[in-house]
């Protein structure tokens, strides 16, 4: 019996490298650095990290290759996600640093969990075999267990916590049997394998087993009704950097996972699984959205159009189409610009303990704040899908990928979807400009560096809006592994 | 022609908005200045179209076009035909009156005014002279905010904020399902001539099936129909008008409303042609109820802004009953009709404006005499509500006398019903004039009110002589619609005759 030694180029996971080093790193500066190492520098070494990862992942591009026998795929489709996760992180942590020192919580550990979150998110996305992809929830879920908890003192935390790791712990469950019984169907994890054996044996009654548990595993993690009821309590409760982190991260990494797996393993059985996720995407959006009409908390009411937005994200899905891939892949992308920029909004307005979170502490923001409420309407009009912005381009396309493949009816159902949500969003526009200010509305503090991310956010959401071609191309190419 | 005007008209304002945003919100007249000036630019960039526009070709002028979303069949296409030209000039004429009209009015976050008010100009040009349906929907939308803020931020304090809200949820309702209905038509497109495009010149050849054609045309419809607005979903409109500040209610009834009227002769018509004759009763009969109904509540309106609001509903009934007549008077009426209103009701607007600022007050029995103490005020509204009215020799006549008699030739009755709004239109303006300017001075507070600034007069004066001109004159302009509506008429004529196969399928249930 010989042994193959299989060759492996750790440049193909330089990015996961980087990190995990980095996470491990922060967690021993964090133990043993006493006051050498002042706490303000662990999150500049954090987004050192962040962007040696970028750099090393630009070098990925255009490489359609797997490795580790198999296991990750070095693809344009993991290169796109890395690069949404990578910014992801960025933004975040640029976002968490006043607001921990706030609550003087500015731990090292906490940059070091995210950092391996976002090692996890990367693993969804490149996983070529569902073992993989299970590890990266892992790694991403259990980071995010803690970092939800992250203020003991805090009982709302608390229960985000707790209510995140049992449900979490639950869909884990849900997905870990799927996979098994897909194995027992097919006697591989490989996802290329797995495809070939449904293609050439169809499918049997394992495997649809399997494939209704997946839907439910990465259902949770998307918050897909009717498996979306930890995420309001859950975002509400966290830190509001972890839930923005968490709210454009594991919703984007979840989405890699279920688009890589369904399109490449259950293309052929598509009739069946599409009507199941039609009426799973009526019911989160509608859901999401009406629910989210009813909040006065801004945490909430944006925990609640997160749902509704990934509710739009599974037309391009169900659509399942290139351009629906496309279309998601550029959504994703705009929602974490976007979104991360109205939580970020939401942190400086917050100020000290997350004393104003009611929306109608916003009234009167624009006057006294003129730039802070022009930028977070930008966001807001964003979510929307107004144009000229991203989040209008990323609706438009996944619509459009929905009406080609003849789901007219559930493009209808979404954009009566989006009306609904017109609604909510504008209304802080209205408290905004049109309330007067109820009470002084107090200095609001930002710093510089919080203030250049968040106009670059909105700069960048305006100008993925007006000139959407270049990243579509780049989306494009990213799914041209799906064939079809 | 290389100069592209076209670009500069849509790229001017946002120059300004550009300018005024680096600008110290300190310095109001500066702010104001700057905004005239642009708007003043931007009217002069405007009249070469005027002067180079050629009136005997139906094709589309000023072309320009490059590609925007090359993978995806989007363009940048703009270009104008009879049927624009006119918009896009009573655009530009409009905006700097409402500059100068908001001059004193406006004190408040002058600044974030001025950048709406160019900001919408952009938008608002951009629906007129867009080829492209893409491009159409984002300049659609755009203009939703900026006419949002306007009305929500500067609006009457009491119930400003329930209509801007009201304005934007009822166009978003259309623009929503329209933007349903642009996507299947592109795909439906690229699956009968293979290529991905968004040209709308390219769809109006297009040979759609009768019973996708049904529910485009009411997926468009509607969203036009809104915006109009028509008989059932006009009742965003008298909120919206009576809360904006004056210049938004000017520009919202000069304008914005012309973008419904535009996007039925411009879309809906020419690319679902067969479903447009099936549809010719429903939207007669709307139209004929909506200028009686308008009319009938005008009359019994007590707020002056609410009463003006009302007559729109009923004259942009008119402009429909004229275009879904399909005849060369009618839809030339219509077209002429909507210069008409813009410039009538947009006066109308200044004028209550005017007398608001002084008196703070807008309802009819708080004034009376008003001629006595304010002269030059009452000879310009005379002549305005006489214009509203449709007296020979004004505007109105023009637009209402082509529509009757277009309307007249498709089918009698709905012009017989139609006429009797004429009338009743005279009798609510009259007695509104009689009862604001006639009589004694009751109120003593109306005792001692100025006359008329320099500055107001000079609002109004251009208004009126372009209400004299197309009264007195009316060809200058028409020439200038002649061909593209022969064109129109002439497409929609060749499209009547399969219209009759189509209703067959109808009878026959075939329609799922």
């Known amino acids: 019996m010989s042994i193959d030694i299989p060759t492996i180029c750790l440049t193909n996971i330089g990015p996961l490298i980087t990190l995990s080093i980095a996470g491990l790193l922060l967690l021993l500066f964090d133990a043993f650095s006493g006051k050498a190492i002042k706490k303000a520098h662990f999150h500049q070494f954090s987004l050192v990290a962040v962007g040696i990862a970028l750099l090393q992942t630009a070098w990925l591009w255009n490489r359609q290759t797997t490795d580790f026998s198999r296991m990750l795929y070095i693809d344009n489709f993991s290169f796109f996600f890395y690069v949404i996760f990578l910014l992801g992180t960025g933004i975040s942590i640029i976002l968490s640093v006043h607001y921990l020192e706030n609550y003087q919580k500015n731990y090292g550990e906490y940059y070091s969990l995210m950092i391996f979150a976002a090692v996890g998110m990367m693993l969804m996305a490149a996983g070529g075999n569902l073992v993989i992809i299970f590890l990266g929830v892992e790694i991403l879920s259990i980071p995010i267990y803690i970092l939800s908890g992250l203020f003991r003192e805090d009982l709302k935390s608390n229960e985000a916590a707790l209510k995140y790791l049992l449900l979490g712990a639950f869909s884990s469950a849900f997905l870990l049997f799927g996979i098994a019984m897909l194995y027992g169907g097919t006697n591989t994890f490989y996802l290329a394998d ?74 052929s059985v598509r009739m069946e699984w599409d009507l199941l996720l039609w009426v799973a995407a009526v019911a989160t959006m509608t859901v999401g959205n009406i629910t989210a009409l009813a909040q006065t908390n801004i945490k909430r009411m944006l925990a609640y159009s997160s749902i509704a937005h990934a509710g739009y994200i599974m037309v391009g899905l ?167 | 022609m290389n100069f592209p005007i076209l670009s500069i008209l ?94 004193e009015d406006v004190q408040d976050r002058v600044k974030e ?95 759609i099936p009768f019973a996708m054609q049904f529910w485009m045309f009411l997926a468009f419809g509607l969203a036009f129909a809104i915006k109009v607005p028509m008989f059932p979903v006009h009742t965003w409109l008298p909120d919206a008008h009576t809360e904006a500040p004056t210049v938004g209610s000017v520009i919202l009834a000069a304008v914005l409303l012309k973008m419904g009227t535009y996007g039925f002769i411009r879309f809906n018509m020419p690319l679902f042609p067969e479903a447009a004759w099936y549809f010719v009763p429903l939207f007669s009969i709307l139209a004929v109820i909506g200028i009686i109904y308008g009319a009938l509540v005008s009359l019994v309106q007590v707020d002056l802004k609410r009463l003006v609001a009302f007559s729109s509903v009923s004259h942009l009934g008119f402009v429909m009953l004229g275009l879904f007549s399909y005849t060369m008077a009618g839809v030339q009426g219509g077209i002429i009709q909507m210069i008409n209103h813009g410039l009538s009701t947009g006066a109308l607007f200044l004028i209550v404006g005017m007398i608001y600022e002084r008196r703070h007050t807008r309802m009819i029995a708080d004034f009376g005499g008003i001629s006595k103490v304010m002269p030059v005020f009452a000879a310009i509204f005379m002549i305005v509500t006489l214009s509203s009215i449709g007296l020979p020799g004004l505007n109105g006549f023009v637009g209402e006398f082509l529509i009757l008699l277009g309307a007249f030739k498709a089918n009698k009755v709905y012009a017989i019903f139609a006429a009797t709004g004429v009338i009743f239109a005279a009798a609510y303006m009259l007695w509104m004039f009689q009862r604001v300017m006639f009589g004694v001075v009751t109120n003593e507070k109306n005792k001692n009110l100025k006359d008329l600034s320099l500055r107001e007069v000079a609002v109004l004066l251009p208004v009126l002589l372009f209400i004299v001109w197309i009264g007195v004159y009316p060809n200058t302009f028409l020439d200038k619609t002649k061909a593209s509506t022969a064109n129109f008429v002439a497409y929609m004529e060749k499209a009547k005759a399969t219209k009759v196969a189509a209703a067959d399928v109808i009878m026959k249930g075939d329609l799922r």
């Open chain 1, 194 to 267: 797995l495809a070939a054996f449904i293609k050439k044996n169809g499918m049997n009654g394992f495997t649809y087993v399997g494939m209704g548990l997946l839907i439910v595993g990465f259902g949770f993690k998307v918050s897909m009704a009717p498996f979306h009821m930890w995420t309001p309590d859950v975002y509400e409760g966290a830190p509001t950097s972890i839930t923005a982190f968490m709210s454009v991260g594991t919703k984007a990494a979840a989405f890699a996972a279920f688009l890589r797996v369904f399109f490449e393993v259950f293309p």
């Open chain 1, 318 to 484: 169900i659509a399942g189409n290139q351009l629906g891939a496309t279309g998601i892949l550029y959504y994703l992308l705009a929602y974490t610009l976007m979104n991360l920029g109205a939580f970020g909004v939401v942190i400086a307005v917050a100020r000290k303990k997350d004393s104003y979170l009611n929306i109608y502490d916003y009234s009167g923001l624009a006057y006294q704040y003129p730039g802070l409420a022009a930028i977070m309407s930008v966001f807001l009009f964003s979510l929307v899908g107004m144009p000229p912005t991203a989040g209008f381009i990323g609706k438009f396309y996944i619509f459009s990928a929905a009406v080609q493949a003849g789901y007219i009816w559930l493009v209808i159902f979404a954009v009566i979807n989006s009306l609904i949500s017109v609604y909510y969003y504008l209304r802080i526009t209205v408290i905004m400009y049109m309330k007067p200010a109820e009470a002084e509305l107090g200095p609001v503090a930002t710093t510089p560096v919080v203030n250049a991310t968040l106009i670059i956010s909105a700069l960048a959401v305006l100008l993925l809006g007006i000139f959407p071609g270049a990243i579509f191309t780049l989306a494009m190419n990213s799914v041209k592994i799906f064939g079809s």
């Open chain 2, 10 to 103: 849509i790229l001017l304002p946002m120059v300004g908005v550009a300018l005024i945003m680096m600008l110290n919100r300190e310095n109001q007249w500066v702010i104001k200045g700057t905004a005239m000036a642009v708007a003043l630019l931007e009217f002069a960039v405007s009249l070469p179209l005027w002067f180079w526009f050629n009136s005997n070709t139906a094709e589309m002028q000023f072309v320009e076009r490059y590609s925007w979303v090359p993978s995806y069949g989007i363009s940048y296409y703009v270009g104008i035909d009879g049927i624009s030209l006119l918009l896009v000039l009573l655009t530009t004429f409009i905006t700097p009156i409402c500059v100068l009209a908001c001059w």
């Open chain 2, 113 to 207: 005014f001025m950048i709406c008010l160019l900001f919408l100009q952009t938008g608002m040009i951009g629906v007129f002279v867009s080829l492209d349906l893409f491009l159409f929907y984002v300049f659609w939308e755009v203009m939703l905010i900026p006419m949002y803020l306007l009305i929500g931020v500067w609006g009457n304090p009491a119930r400003r904020i329930y209509a801007a809200v009201k304005f934007f949820i009822y166009t978003m309702v259309g623009s929503l399902l329209m933007l349903v209905a642009i996507l299947v038509l592109y795909f439906y497109n690229a699956k009968v001539t293979g290529e991905y495009t968004f040209d709308l010149l390219k769809m109006y050849g297009l040979n």
